[in-house]
């Protein structure tokens, strides 16, 4: 027994010193990390990614000042126990090598300091589009050069679709003509139906930056009937564990809202309405606690990661903040010339503007500018006169823009046998807004950047 009893304190005496050890290699070298959580796919993707660092000792507060990101990302900074989470306010650029540094890292009640440094690289891009055909319509995944794209979901007619994080939804008719509402995963398999209010209209399609949120609006076959839902406002979950909850419909003071334009509001539940007669509402998710923000007669869009709506007023177009309703008129473009014919905001403060000059003019022709916050407008796209840009859509972070071309607009009508009917032949040029310079132009439309459809 005794010698039983010497043994269990040696090893005691032993494991004793060992963890004293411990501590004062700890206490002497600092915080080390022992592990990393990052996703870099989904940081190109949206908003609000977090890069997490553990480390082997409680943490003392970590303070934003000591936070470095090269290239340059604004952030937000979390400390909680052994972990430090670094959240990314906004998109990240892809294929791009970052490296985060944070100085001065000590433990809770810790004198030596230690750096934290983490570099990872973001993949490239890969996008979804629509294409046309005789033979029916298909949703393909491509990267930005449109080499290898991969066909991903095929139906008869689809009028339109979105994408989110974990799944794809087509807006299609049937052979009668019947809408529905197709969600897959982003492959393309496990294809079920969403319910829809009714046989009716759906349009407008959208999806919220974050989550597996989407909305459309509805209208009923007779809209003469008794009780008719006109341009009714619309939200649902593409979740799985949703798929057979009824759609919502959104209502303010008690009765369902039809809106002529809306938006999900970044980074929030809340929603950004339009109503048919001119009065602008920011509400919750389901339409309550609505703010009017006065009158409008468009409303041109919320840069991704921003509480700010550019829109137009009778008196001209303003950039209205959604967290306190103030606004300031939008800047004048300096250096761009023509009928201003669309705004797309962009993060910080800058704008993509749509000119078109009249025929007359050298031949006519639109240009795509880039405008800075002080108003400096720099060209990034153009096309000529025999050609018309339709559209123009902005990458999550900002990096690229894709302008949507119909060619030889004379020769080559619409084809009005669907509900977003477009021209025949439609291209998508990618540009990259450092540069103005064209990454690729692809036969198809509806690039998974857009947050609303063609008008």
């Known amino acids: 027994m005794r010698t039983y009893l010497l043994s269990f304190a040696a090893v005691v005496g032993v494991l004793a010193f060992i963890g004293t050890a411990a501590a004062v290699a700890g206490a002497v070298q600092g915080p080390r990390i022992t592990q990393v959580q990052f996703d870099p796919e989904a940081a190109v993707s949206a908003s609000g990614s977090r890069l997490i660092l553990t480390a082997n000792q409680s943490l003392a507060e970590v303070r934003p000042e000591q936070v470095r990101v090269s ?9 909680s126990g052994r972990s430090v989470g670094i959240r990314f306010t906004l998109p990240l650029r892809d294929d791009t090598e970052y490296t985060v540094t944070i100085d001065d890292v000590t433990a809770v009640g810790g004198q030596v300091s230690s750096t934290f440094r983490e570099t990872f690289r973001t993949p490239a891009l890969e996008v979804f589009l629509l294409q046309r055909g005789q033979d029916g319509d298909t949703v393909f995944r491509t990267g930005l050069s449109g080499e290898d794209a991969v066909p991903v979901f095929t139906h008869p007619h689809i009028e339109d679709f979105r994408a989110t994080a974990q799944h794809l939804v087509m807006s299609v008719k049937d052979d009668d003509g019947a809408p529905g509402l ?24 959208q999806t919220a930056d974050r989550g597996e949120a989407i909305g459309y609006t509805y209208t009923d076959p007779d809209m003469s009937a008794p009780g008719a839902r006109g341009s009714v406002l619309y939200i649902a979950s593409l979740a799985d564990a949703a798929a057979d909850a009824e759609p919502a419909a959104v209502e303010v ?203």
Do not use: K, M
């Not at 290239?71 to 400390?79: F, K, L, N, S």
């Not at 103030?326 to 250096?335: D, K, N, Q």
């Open 182 to 205: 197709i969600v897959t995963d982003t492959g393309g398999d496990g294809a079920r139906s969403l319910t829809l209010p009714g046989p009716g209209a759906v349009q407008d399609l």
């Open 71 to 79: 290239p340059d990302a604004e952030v937000r900074v979390e400390t």
């Open 253 to 455: 003071a008690g009765e369902p809202v039809s809106v002529a334009q809306w938006r999900f509001v970044p980074d929030t539940d809340s929603l950004l309405l339009l109503t048919f007669d001119g009065r602008l509402l920011l509400t919750a998710s389901a339409g309550a606690d609505p703010v009017d923000l006065g009158a409008a007669a468009q409303l041109e869009g919320i840069a991704r990661g921003s509480a700010t709506a550019i829109v137009l007023r009778a008196d001209g177009l303003f950039q209205v903040d959604l967290t306190d309703a103030s606004e300031t008129p939008l800047v004048e473009a300096t250096g761009a010339s023509g009928f201003l014919s669309s705004v797309v905001p962009l993060t910080g403060g800058e704008t993509l503007r749509q000119f078109t000059e009249p025929a007359g003019a050298a031949g006519g022709g639109t240009t795509l500018y880039r405008v800075a916050p002080d108003g400096a407008a720099t060209p990034v796209f153009a096309v000529q006169g025999t050609s018309a840009l339709l559209q123009t859509c902005v990458s999550p972070s900002g990096r690229y823009a894709a302008a949507l071309v119909q060619p030889d607009a004379a020769g080559n009508p619409y084809d009005t046998s669907y509900d977003l009917p477009l021209p025949g032949r439609v291209e998508t040029h990618i540009i990259d807004l450092d540069d103005g310079a064209e990454i690729s132009s692809l036969e198809a439309f509806d690039i998974s950047w857009c947050q609303v459809p063609i008008r």
